[in-house]
């Protein structure tokens, strides 16, 4: 589903992502985890079509086409979707009024007709109870005055409304109250099928207890340096980055 | 160049869609303004000798008056004595119905989108229009005459309702108030008359659609509303222009009147030719409208939507005389490409207890200028008037700029009077959140702008709302830098 090779990408200059290489099939899930400032926020703003970064190297393929000469309403109209770690404030325009936007752009981009107000609102019900979202959250400005956890949720319902094939959740956990967390993973967890795949950045083992990784990967300066399974993110916890660091600050060539 | 530009760049070369112009045969004055053409306007018109002296009046002094320069805009002067004062489609005198309007001239409305038709029109909207100088139609006449309402042109109502015009002509808004408005006493054509007796609420909405059609012409149109006590109506103005490349004149009076409990509700959705992506051509929009809460209990609000005309120098305003009055200003001013505006109200409390509220939008693209200009003045004997101002300007590149020029003066301590201002950008964070959800940036810029202008919009009749949105989103489409 999404094949990233030596991808590297600078802002303002400035080398962020040092050549990642990562091969995501569908019906996985893959954790991206590691330190402060190594890189991971912008790997997914680089595969969802920032422009600020610029892509120095490397190629990704998205369902076995090419992603990134792709706009970015194009890479979420073909099914990539992005949950913010720091999602964005609209004034004046509803989640509702703005999801309607959002998926009647994508389906027309299907080929489909834009749905109804009848057929959007039954649409709407049914996702809102997946991630047990309050109706009157989605008829106030998107994201304004929310608070940290309000936005995670709606973030993820969301993605619940646009049925992406590919979702990366950037620290989609943080904020998010011991209910909320097991929500809103519970969410996740069925809208996975064997057709869609999953990536996770998060900080913490604890997501990993609900959403259940296939693969654990370790980003640090730019670089995945250790990929493992589930067990990895257990030893990370334990022990946080150093030993990792250590080992590739011993053998770095910078 | 980035791809939010390049889409600014072919947006805003998009044409002007009410652009064209038909030829007609026309009944013309003379080039020119003096004396002599007023008094050939007057006779055109049949009017009474009274009015004809009161014309007059105005352009003495007028001629001593001088041409303003206070207002943060700039242009070349227009040469007065270039223009013509009168232009008006030949056809059958003074039709008494629908029936008799030369339907060329009901092509030119249904081109622009307004049927004049009372049949196909979906929800009660009366329209009165408006061709260069002169009122071509007014639907639901009888309608509306039942409840004795009066809705008409100018110019009949002159001949119908002397006594009403005798009145309230000039009592809002005197013919020696300003340049612009002792031109427009002086030489005004045409426009529409709306009377609501006492007790009566208006079922319909009521609207005057001006179109220039003509070229080298001043459009000076009047409006005149009259709400007795108790009464309600709701009035919707629209307009627009062929695309010339010499700019044009609008120099219209609107005044309103509101008795005792009454409340007018006025909306304008102003689409005037802007000029082109160059700067060149345009409408001039230099027009004088205000409203007297004259009755206790009684309220006028403006709401406006602003987005075509070269220049706008224009400030709806309120005098708050009644106790208990309230006056409301609504506003979104969108400015691109080289267009100036220059808009804002006054509120002039007098009476007690009085309230009011400012709301203004301002919305600046591509190398224009958009002022915000206010003044809420609290008068000696005005008890514990209230006002709240909100101003607010969005910026979409940086080449554009935003002003604001609120002046406060109160002469009685237990006024409370708010001023909120902010200045925000279209953030790329935003556009890219929406990209990211599937919507194109020009839709993106749509959606943003249109949540931005909400709380104007609210205040527009449905219908009106849902054009103010289309027309917010033509003028400003992926005008993002
Ligand atoms: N405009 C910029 N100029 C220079 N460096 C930048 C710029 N924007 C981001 N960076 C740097 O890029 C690095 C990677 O940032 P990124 O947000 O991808 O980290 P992250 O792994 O998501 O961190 P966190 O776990 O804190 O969310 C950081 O060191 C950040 O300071
Ligand atoms: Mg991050």
Redesign the interface.
Same mark, same amino acid.
């Given at each position: 589903m999404l094949s990233i090779k030596n991808l590297h990408a600078s802002i303002e200059g400035t080398p962020i992502l040092r050549g990642i290489n990562l091969e995501v099939k569908a019906g996985e899930v893959h954790a991206i985890m590691g330190p402060n400032g190594s890189g991971k926020s912008t790997l997914a703003s680089v595969l /969802? !079509? @920032? =422009?600020?970064y610029e892509v120095t190297d490397g190629k990704v393929l998205f369902q076995g086409k090419e992603l990134l000469s792709l706009?970015? =309403?194009d890479? &979420?109209?073909k099914g990539l979707?992005?949950a913010?770690q720091y999602? $964005?404030? $609209?004034? !004046? +325009?509803s989640t509702t %009024?703005?999801?309607r *936007? &959002?998926?009647n #752009? +994508?389906r027309e981009?299907r080929g489909q007709e834009p749905l109804d107000a009848v057929k959007f609102l039954s649409l709407m019900k049914e996702k809102m109870a997946l991630v047990e979202i309050d109706q009157k959250l989605l008829s106030r400005?998107l994201n304004e005055g929310f608070s940290g956890g309000e936005k995670k949720r709606n973030e993820i319902f #969301?993605m619940a409304m646009?049925e992406p094939v590919l979702s990366i959740l950037d620290e989609t956990d943080s904020g998010l109250d011991i209910d909320a967390l097991r929500i809103v993973s519970n969410g996740v967890n069925k809208l996975k099928s064997d057709k869609t795949a999953t990536i996770v950045v998060t900080h913490y083992q604890r997501l990993l207890d609900y959403i259940i990784p296939d693969f654990v990967h370790v980003l640090y300066r730019g670089r995945i340096v250790k990929s493992g399974t589930k067990e990895l993110a257990l030893e990370l916890e334990e022990k946080g980055y150093d030993w990792i660091k250590e080992e590739v600050d011993s053998t770095a060539t910078i | 160049m980035?791809?939010d530009n390049q889409i600014l760049e072919n947006l805003t070369s998009k044409e002007y869609e009410h652009g064209w112009s038909v030829n007609y045969e026309a009944d013309e004055a003379p080039l020119g303004l003096n004396e002599d053409i007023i008094r050939w306007i007057s006779a055109k018109k049949e009017e009474p000798s009274w009015l004809l002296e009161w014309r007059l009046k105005a352009f003495k002094t007028w001629q001593a008056m001088k041409e303003p320069e206070w207002s943060n805009v700039n242009y070349r002067k227009m040469d007065l004595q270039a223009l013509r004062y009168y232009s008006a489609p030949k056809q059958s005198k003074n039709p008494k119905n629908l029936k008799e309007v030369d339907p060329e001239l009901i092509a030119i409305y249904e081109r622009l989108g307004i049927s004049l038709n009372e049949q196909k029109r979906l929800q009660g909207i009366a329209i009165d229009v408006v061709l260069d100088s002169v009122s071509v139609a007014t639907t639901f006449k009888e309608t509306l005459g039942k409840l004795g309402i009066i809705f008409c042109s100018f110019s009949e109502a002159v001949k119908e309702h002397p006594d009403l015009i005798k009145k309230y002509l000039g009592s809002v808004i005197p013919m020696t108030d300003n340049y612009y408005a002792s031109l427009n006493a002086a030489v005004f054509s045409d426009g529409s008359f709306c009377y609501i007796p006492k007790g009566v609420r208006c079922p319909m909405e009521l609207s005057t659609y001006f179109r220039i059609n003509a070229a080298n012409t001043g459009q000076f149109e009047r409006t005149l509303i009259v709400a007795d006590d108790s009464s309600y109506v709701s009035y919707l103005e629209g307009c627009t222009a062929p695309q010339r490349d010499e700019n044009q004149l609008h120099a219209a009076v609107v005044e309103i009147y509101a008795g005792a409990h009454s409340e007018v509700k006025y909306s304008t959705v102003q689409n005037w030719f802007p000029g082109d992506k160059n700067g060149k051509g345009g409408i001039y929009n230099f027009v004088t409208k205000r409203g007297i809460c004259a009755g206790d209990h009684s309220k006028i609000s403006w709401t406006q939507v602003e987005t075509g005309s070269a220049i706008t120098w224009k400030y709806p305003s309120c005098i708050l005389k009644g106790d208990y009055s309230i006056g409301e200003f609504y506003s979104v001013a969108v400015t691109n490409n080289y267009q100036q505006a220059d808009t804002g109200t006054k509120m002039i409390h007098i009476g007690k207890n009085t309230k009011s509220r400012i709301v203004s939008k301002g919305i600046s693209a591509g190398k224009s200028q958009n002022s915000y200009r206010g003044q809420v003045q609290v008068m000696k004997r005005a008890h514990n008037a209230r006002n709240f101002s909100q101003c607010d300007s969005l910026l979409m590149g940086n080449q554009c700029g935003a002003h604001t020029f609120p002046y406060i003066d109160i002469a009685n301590p237990s006024a409370k009077v708010e001023h909120e201002a902010t200045t925000s950008k279209i953030?790329?964070? #935003?556009i890219?959140?929406? %990209? #990211? @959800? !599937? $919507? &194109? *940036?020009e839709?993106a810029v749509a959606?943003?702008v %249109?949540?931005? /202008?909400?709380?104007v919009l609210n205040q527009l009749p449905m219908e009106f709302a849902v054009e103010a949105q289309k027309l917010l989103a033509l003028t400003l489409e992926g005008s993002v830098g």
């Open positions: /969802a !079509g @920032r =422009e600020e706009s970015p =309403e890479r &979420a109209r979707f992005l913010f999602p $964005i404030e $609209i004034p !004046g +325009v %009024n703005f999801l *936007t &959002a998926l #752009q +994508v981009h400005s #969301q646009l | 980035s791809k953030g790329e964070d #935003q890219f959140y929406c %990209n #990211q @959800r !599937g $919507i &194109a *940036t839709d959606l943003i %249109n949540g931005y /202008a909400k709380e």
